[in-house]
């Protein structure tokens, strides 16, 4: 599975982006998707997933600002970030879980900076 995100960028405290993610290889096998980021020194965080059924879950420090949601038919998870805090900005990550095939996939990375 090879995952590619996009929508990353300079954005002020307060704004909003929208972050996707295409999926292309045997996605079939992709279970979860989800949303990781990490800055320099920290270790990677959940930010976001969501289930191929599309229960969802969120870190406490984006709940009720961001929203992670799935095309299926199309392989792309995305997630909208609104109300950005300067807090907010790291490297986000797009992870696939194929763990029943004993997989986990992730992309590059997508740099998402907010100014205060």
């Known amino acids: 599975v090879h995952l590619v995100e996009s929508g990353g960028g300079l954005v002020q405290a307060g704004g909003s982006l929208r972050l996707s993610c295409a999926a292309s290889?045997?996605?079939?096998?992709?279970?979860?998707m989800g949303w990781y980021r990490q800055t320099p020194g920290k270790e990677r965080e959940l930010v976001a997933v969501?289930?191929?059924?599309?229960?969802?879950n969120y870190a406490d420090s984006v709940k009720g600002r961001f929203t992670v949601s799935r095309d299926n038919a199309k392989n792309t998870l995305y997630l909208q970030m609104n109300s950005l805090k300067p807090e907010d900005t790291a490297v986000y990550y797009c992870?696939?879980?194929?763990?029943?095939?004993?997989?986990?996939?992730w992309g590059k990375g997508t740099l998402v900076t907010v100014s205060s």
């Open positions: 969501i289930t191929s059924g599309g229960s969802t």
């Open positions: 992870n696939a879980d194929c763990s029943n095939w004993g997989l986990n996939y």
């Open positions: 290889g045997d996605t079939i096998c992709i279970s979860a």
